[in-house]
Every structure is written in structure tokens, then in C-alpha cells.
């Protein structure tokens, strides 16, 4: 039951990372020193994607699956949990590509237009109401 439990934050987790890979670059404009580990989990997912191996936490959790009694899937994680229920089985090269476009270009847009700006953008509230800088009263 404890390999069960463990397989399932496993798959928490790659959920978390998933998450991480589409919504990173924006996450970066804010906290630019983010910008090293998204770019590294896009490597990290890039390498597995183009050599065409298992996901290291897939094989994990189908491992940890095995442990604790369970038949595990037999497709990717992406494809069992969140293609399957919506699509028909099965991912095509076709559906692997749009995947992939869908991924990459929401990043690359954020990160081309950190690169215009030079810098991140100011943010409401950072000055403090009593601060020295302020040179106004606030309305």
C-alpha cells in the first residue's frame, strides 16, 4: 500500500513538473532566477522527447505501481492521464507535435518579450507606503 501511495506522488509530482514546463517562462518575468531551472527541465523533457525514452518518473511510478500490486498503465504519463480521457487512445506523431508546439510556444513568447523589455516589469505594491523613495503621497 506504501508503494501505491508513493506511486501517486510520483505522479503528482510529474503532474507538478508538466505544469512547471507550460506556465515556467511566465513564472520567470517575475522571478527571473527561476529562468535556469525552467530552461533546464525544457532540456530535461527535450532529450526525452527527442531520444524517444520513457520518462524517468513514469518508469518510477509504473515500477512503484508493480510494488504495490497494481497493474500499471502501459501508455506514457501524458497520454494515460490527460490524453486518454479526452482523446481517443493513442498519441500520433501528429498530437505529439501539437503537444509540443503547445509547450514551446507560450515559453518562447515570455522569454522574447522579457528579452524586449531588458528588464522584468515593475510591480504593483513594491514600494512601501512610508518608504524614503516615494516622492508622492499615495492617492
Known amino acids: 500500500m506504501v508503494a501505491v501511495g508513493l506511486a ?4 503528482a509530482s510529474h503532474l507538478s513538473y508538466i ?4 506556465v515556467g517562462g511566465f513564472m520567470a518575468r517575475r522571478w527571473p532566477q527561476l529562468m535556469k531551472w525552467h530552461l533546464g527541465a ?13 520518462c524517468p518518473l513514469t518508469v518510477w511510478e509504473t515500477w512503484l505501481l508493480r510494488k504495490g500490486g497494481r497493474e500499471p498503465y502501459e501508455t ?3 497520454s494515460h492521464y490527460l490524453v486518454e ?5 493513442g ?27 531588458g528588464t ?9 507606503l512610508n518608504s524614503p523613495d516615494r516622492t508622492t503621497p499615495a492617492p
Do not use: E, H, K
Request: proline content about 11%.
Open 120 to 128: 522584468r516589469p515593475p510591480l504593483p505594491c513594491r514600494t512601501r
Open 8 to 11: 501517486r506522488l510520483v505522479a
Open 19 to 22: 505544469v512547471f514546463l507550460l
Open 85 to 89: 480521457p479526452i482523446y481517443p487512445p
Open 42 to 54: 525544457i532540456g530535461a523533457a527535450g532529450v526525452v522527447n527527442l531520444t524517444g525514452s520513457d
Open 76 to 78: 506514457g504519463f501524458i
Open 91 to 117: 498519441i500520433t506523431g501528429r498530437v505529439n507535435f501539437t503537444m509540443l508546439v503547445t509547450l514551446t510556444v507560450p515559453i518562447a513568447v515570455s522569454y522574447w518579450r522579457m528579452r524586449q523589455r
